[in-house]
C-alpha cells in the first residue's frame, strides 16, 4: 500500500524548511548550504529555475539524515540536482550516457563548482522497491537485464567507472576484516568465482531504494559505484537485504525472491550458456558477500555491539557453512 500522501507544508518541514507568512524560510544551521546552492542554480541554463522554484532537499533513506540531492520543483516540471559521488560523473557520462537507456535517470546538464561536480538530472517519478511487490519487482528486473544484455562481456566499457580492478581491490580488502576462519574460507571461494564469472554493467550498490519504479517503469539512481563487473553483483545486492516481515527495511517475500532468481535467469542467463545449477551455486556466494558486509564494518570500525552486526554474523557464518559443505559434497 503506498505510504500516505503528505500536504506540500508538511513535505517543506520534512526537509528543513519553516513556513512563515505564506514564504520559506530555511533554518539557520541550514543557511550556507542553501547559499551554496543558490551559487549552482545560477550556473544551471538546461533547465532554468524558475524564481519561485520549491527546493528540498533529501534525506537518506537509512538514517533520515540529509545529503547533496535536491527536488527543484518549478510547478510545471521536476529535476534533481545532486553532488556526483565516487564514480558517478564518469559513470553517467561514458557508460549510461553511451547506452542511451530508458531505465536511468536523463542528465541535463554536469556542473564544475571547485573540487565538486552536480549533475541535473531528471527526476523519476514513483516509489522506490524497500515494498517488493511482484509487478514493481519485474520491472526493476528487466531493467537491470536489459543494461546488462547489452553490456556482456563488453570490453569497450570495460575500463569506464569502477572497473573490475579497482572493484576487486575493494572485495580483497573486506576480506581481511572478516576475522573468523569459516568467513575467510568462504570468502575465499566467493573470491574466486568473482575472478571468474562474466562480467556485464553492474550498479554497485543497488538496494532497493536506489530503484524508483512507476507503472510502467523502472529507473536505476544514484550510480556512485557501477562498471562491467561479475554479473552477479547488482541482483545479489537487489535482493540479499530482503525478509519476510513487514516492518523491515526491505520487505521481500520468499516466493518473490525465487521468482526473481528465476526470472533473471530465464530472460538473461539461460541463453547464455549458464547452467541453472550454476547460476545458483555462484549466486549463493554473492549473497555471502553481501552478508559480510556489516562484519567486515563491525571490525573495521570496531563497532561489534551494533545492531546490524550481531544480526549478520550468523548469517554469514551460516551461509559460509552451507557453501563449504557444499562444496565438499
Not at 533547465?47 to 540529509?66: C, K, S
Request: charged content about 30%; proline content about 4%.
Amino acid at each position: 500500500m503506498p505510504a500516505p500522501r503528505r500536504s506540500r507544508d508538511d513535505l517543506l518541514r520534512r526537509f528543513g524548511y519553516d513556513i512563515c507568512g505564506g514564504f520559506m524560510r530555511l533554518e539557520p544551521e541550514k543557511q550556507r548550504c542553501q547559499m551554496e546552492l543558490h551559487d549552482i542554480l545560477k550556473r544551471i541554463d538546461a533547465v532554468p529555475a524558475a524564481e519561485g522554484a520549491a527546493i528540498t532537499q533529501l534525506r537518506h533513506e537509512e538514517d533520515d539524515e540529509p545529503y547533496q540531492v535536491w527536488k527543484i520543483d518549478t510547478g510545471g516540471a521536476a529535476c534533481i540536482l545532486k553532488e556526483a559521488k565516487g564514480f558517478e560523473e564518469e559513470i553517467y557520462r561514458d557508460i549510461l550516457g553511451v547506452l542511451n537507456e530508458g531505465c536511468v535517470p536523463a542528465v541535463y546538464q554536469t556542473v564544475a563548482d571547485g573540487e565538486s561536480t552536480y549533475l541535473l538530472m531528471e527526476y523519476a517519478e514513483g516509489e522506490d522497491l524497500r515494498r517488493c511487490d511482484r509487478a514493481r519487482l519485474t520491472l526493476a528486473l528487466d531493467a537491470l537485464i536489459s543494461l546488462q544484455a547489452r553490456t556482456w562481456e563488453s570490453r569497450e566499457l570495460a575500463s569506464c567507472g569502477y572497473s573490475f580492478d579497482k572493484s576487486l581491490r575493494d572485495r580483497e580488502r573486506r576480506g581481511q576484516f572478516l576475522k573468523d576462519p569459516l568467513l575467510e574460507e568462504a570468502y575465499a571461494l566467493f573470491m574466486r568465482a568473482y575472478s571468474s564469472v562474466p562480467r556485464a554493467l553492474c550498479h554497485d550498490d543497488l538496494l532497493p531504494f536506489n530503484v524508483i519504479v512507476s507503472d510502467d517503469r523502472a529507473v536505476l539512481i544514484d550510480w556512485e559505484y557501477g562498471g562491467i563487473l561479475p554479473y552477479p553483483s547488482s541482483f545479489a545486492r537487489l535482493i540479499a537485504h530482503g525478509e519476510e516481515a513487514e516492518d523491515a527495511l526491505f520487505h521481500m517475500t520468499r516466493e518473490d525472491r525465487d521468482f526473481a532468481i528465476d526470472h533473471y535467469y530465464d530472460k538473461l542467463l539461460r541463453e547464455r550458456g549458464i547452467a541453472y545449477a550454476d547460476w545458483r551455486r555462484t549466486l549463493e556466494l554473492f549473497l555471502f558477500y553481501e552478508y559480510c558486509e556489516w562484519v567486515f564494518v563491525g571490525h573495521k570500525y570496531g563497532d561489534t555491539e551494533s545492531e546490524y552486526y550481531k544480526k549478520y554474523l550468523p548469517l554469514a557464518r551460516r551461509q559460509a557453512l552451507a557453501l563449504i559443505r557444499g562444496r565438499a559434497e
